[in-house]
């Protein structure tokens, strides 16, 4: 099945690569693979040698610093003990081997050599003794892009009534609210315990006065009186629905609803003018207010893959957004198209969206060219990849086998023309396409939360005097922009410690 190769002549060979010299030889450090990832583990081992540190491949008792990323001192121990078969010590202040946090590795990767251990690098104690001990709760950061925020977490009855007053605020266009209402719920979703009171959240950074009071509300009486306003509101409701059109933002929904509109028939019978993205998203609103399951937006996968590579067979196609974060359900799906060789990646998103047009797949869409040119002078939300704004005719899959296995060669969709015969079903697709030294940036942009995007410009505008945004990251003062290959590097550039997508639930 392989190639055969040619064995190249001994003499001919090229020099293998030298390796890099040890600088610390005393130093020997074991990354645990648990929660960390092969990938991630082999990342950090080639950075580590190339700074000098030697990396042992096996735990053994060699090793004098252990390092781990969202282990537990417990989960660690116990982890080693089942590879190796060995019992280990367990006193919290372990010093042979040090058992550490991944922040003592950043640091000493910065410092470019071992960081003094403190007690701040140890690993704490977690789990149940943490639960128990109600002191205090455990400190945050006060940068979302500080933290690790899981997809679920155990106060989401008080996050989720944050969230409903801060998308209230935004409805109501008052934008600073709205956004002290998600730092607020940002905070809490990376508490890795259960509130008991509000009182043990009046330390918490952004946890002040209005959000303490509903804190304490949903502790004391399971609901706030205010969630319970809004939910009967007519005027949240409606802009509620209005902007939960595709195309319609917070302004058309303000203005229609000043119109009168108050359902989506009014707007025919007021007579309301669409562009043809509102018309689309009306036309297919009870497809698109269903949440797109993971296993559909792999189908959608499968039939943009196939479409792409009919006309560049290797293009790297990335599924980012909730997704990546680890969401079993979206709001729709959003992929990053990219290529190293750029002459590839010219004209190829509107090949493959004509084709699939042509196969009937698409029921609408619209490109944006790419606008970017120019490094911005301060921290921006603008984004100028060329993006296909789509909504997909997903076929059934519980239409029969053919109908699962739509996205193979040749597969088309005649039936979408009879309405009566409704045998795939409206799907939203974000298609953007990024230059390949832009696409760490990108994909660091696009695999959001909201929130922690926004946060992270924050921190490296406010904190760096850098800004960032999702073609790359600028040194203002110096007028040049800062290169990097991948999302790790990105945040080792911003003195931050690695999060992984599913902790950028903020
Ligand atoms: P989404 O709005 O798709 O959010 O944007 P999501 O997290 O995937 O959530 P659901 O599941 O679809 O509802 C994904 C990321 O892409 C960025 C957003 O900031 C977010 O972080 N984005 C989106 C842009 O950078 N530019 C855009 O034009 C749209
Ligand atoms: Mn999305």
Known sequence: MFPHKKRRKEAAAPPGPVAPPVLFPDVWIFLVERR??????????????????????????????VVSEQNSFTDVLSWIERKTGKPMQSAADQTSPHILDIGWFTESMSLGKPATVEARHRLGILGSQMCEDRAALP??????????TPLTHPNSEITDALEMLGKAAALQGSEVRSLAFARAASVIKSLPIKLRS???????????????????????????????????????????????????????????YKDGVRKLSDLEELNIKLTADQRAGIEHYADLKQPVTLEEAERVQHLIKDALCRFVPDLTITMT??????????????????????????????????????????????????????????????DGHETCYAIFALPNCDTGRSECEAGAPGATHSDLASPGAHTWRAVRVDLVVTPHDEYPFALLGWTGSKH??????????????????????YDTEQDCSIPATSEEEIFALLGLQYVPPPYRNA
């Open 139 to 148: 400190s945050v950061a006060p940068y979302a892009c500080q933290r690790q």
């Open 452 to 473: 922690f995007e926004r946060e992270l410009r924050r921190f490296s505008w406010h904190e760096k005097n850098l800004s960032l945004n999702s073609h790359g990251l």
């Open 321 to 382: 957004g909730g997704f990546r974060r680890g969401k079993q359900q979206g709001h729709d799906v959003d992929f990053l198209i990219t290529h190293p060789d750029q002459e590839s990646l010219s004209g190829v998103l509107e090949k493959a969206v004509d084709w699939m047009d042509s196969q009937g797949l698409l029921l609408y869409h619209h490109t944006k060219v790419r606008s970017h040119v120019h490094a911005p002078r301060r921290s921006t939300h603008m």
């Open 198 to 256: 509000a009182n043990e959240a009046k330390n918490l950074v952004w946890c002040g006065g209005h959000c303490q009071a509903v804190i304490q509300e949903i502790l004391e009486d399971g609901t706030c009186h205010e969630v319970e306003e809004l939910k009967v509101s007519e005027q949240y409701r409606c802009m509620e629905l209005l902007t939960s059109v595709f195309g319609v933002g917070v302004r058309t929904a303000e203005r229609w």
């Open 36 to 65: 960390m990832g092969a990938a991630r583990r082999g990342f950090l081992t080639s950075l580590a040698q190339r700074k000098g540190f030697c990396v042992a491949p096996e735990f053994s008792g060699a090793v004098t610093h």
